[in-house]
């Protein structure tokens, strides 16, 4: 879903091809000329935004929540579930006037610990009405009753833990649901965690950079779970315990807010 505000004021004059001397940034970004007068800057660590010059910049905005971690237990047997990836938003036609000024809160992975995986943090542009919010962390499998655990919300869902000798449930992408650990749905096995149920690409744009996948459960075949990765959004997965004790679960990715010419 794509949503509309506007930033600033109205000031009067054309639109100018924004550059890389135009503006500041207090964190680490990257800035793309993609030719043709469009541009986009990736904003990778959190920091402030400044419009030093031109009269006028009308601009789409794109933002990913940091993923969250994965699941983790002391149970042998019975997998954790993966982490949601962050969910993500994009808003469009937003104007912005010379000396426009704002923060960037670019949202942190969870990292992984014992127990239940933490959520994603927050990622926003100027305020929290541009935002998107953290994944879900990955449910830990249980003793009382003995159960895997679910995997967690998102962007796009994480993947539930796995019973036995049972592969981890796969994470989602592109906005859809986590699956089903090898051993089938039933009593006392974890859920996949659902996705927000549209795209994660970036601006929404059937071409855009693939984010925020979910995390694998935990299971046989996996029995470290993977970290998302820095600016990806993606969620931890989730711990496997086949037959051992001593495996860990996966950290989420970091978030990235991403602003371009208005298209």
Known sequence: MRQSRRLGIFVSGGI??????????????NFIDEGDGNWQIKFLTSGTFTLKSRSKQLIDVFCVGGGGAGGRSSLVNYGSGGAG????????????????SCSIVVGAGATAADGNGANGGQTYFNTTDYS?????GG???????????DGGWGGSGGGSGAAGDKNGGAG????????????????NLGDPGPG????TRAFAETSGTLYSNGGKGGGRDVRNGASGGANTGNG??????????????????SGIVIIRNAR
Do not use: C
Request: glycine content about 24%.
């Open 172 to 187: 989602g992408t592109d906005g859809s649901a986590g699956s089903y650990s090898g051993s089938g749905s039933g009593t």
């Open 16 to 29: 100018v091809p924004l550059t890389s001397s135009d503006y500041t940034y207090t964190g680490i970004a």
């Open 236 to 253: 931890g997965g989730g711990q496997g315990t086949y037959n051992s004790t001593s495996h860990t679960s996966g950290s989420g990715g």
């Open 85 to 100: 990836g962050g969910w993500t938003k994009t808003y469009t036609q937003m104007e912005l006037k010379k000396g426009f």
């Open 196 to 199: 927000q149920g549209r795209t």
């Open 132 to 136: 998107a919010n953290g994944g879900f």
């Open 139 to 149: 449910k830990a499998s249980t003793r009382s009753p003995f159960t895997t655990g």
